[in-house]
């Protein structure tokens, strides 16, 4: 059974930061590119960023300069370091996994920013 379990969300000022942890088992975590995605109510899931298995990052351009995402192969754990958050960041974050046609999902983790 493959499994992606987020942590790290949670509530927090805007301005602040929050950095939310993607542990997959079931995978050869190696091989796969990761990705956080977010989903808002009432909007469509969208990519926040992705790392490749080779360490090439891609960000929207809605939080660049602020999110970063890395990965820890040894750990089987990709991260999204999120600084400056804004109001507009709260939202449902996703890790994901694939590998060509392959993908795996997480159940998600809340983070909420005041204003």
């Known amino acids: 059974q493959v499994q992606l379990v987020e942590s790290g969300g949670g509530l927090v000022q805007a301005g602040g930061s929050l950095r939310l942890s993607c542990t997959a088992s079931?995978?050869?975590?190696?091989?796969?590119?990761m990705g956080w995605y977010r989903q808002a109510p009432g909007n469509q899931r969208e990519l926040v960023a992705r790392?490749?298995?080779?360490?090439?990052?891609n960000y929207a351009d809605s939080v660049r300069g602020r999110f970063a995402i890395s990965r820890h192969n040894a750990k089987n754990t990709v991260y999204l370091q999120m600084d400056s958050l804004k109001p507009e960041d709260t939202a449902v974050y996703f890790c994901a996994a694939t590998l060509g046609a392959r993908d795996y999902w997480g159940q998600g983790t809340q983070v909420t920013v005041s204003s």
């Open positions: 790392i490749s298995r080779g360490g090439v990052t």
């Open positions: 079931g995978i050869s975590f190696t091989v796969y590119d």
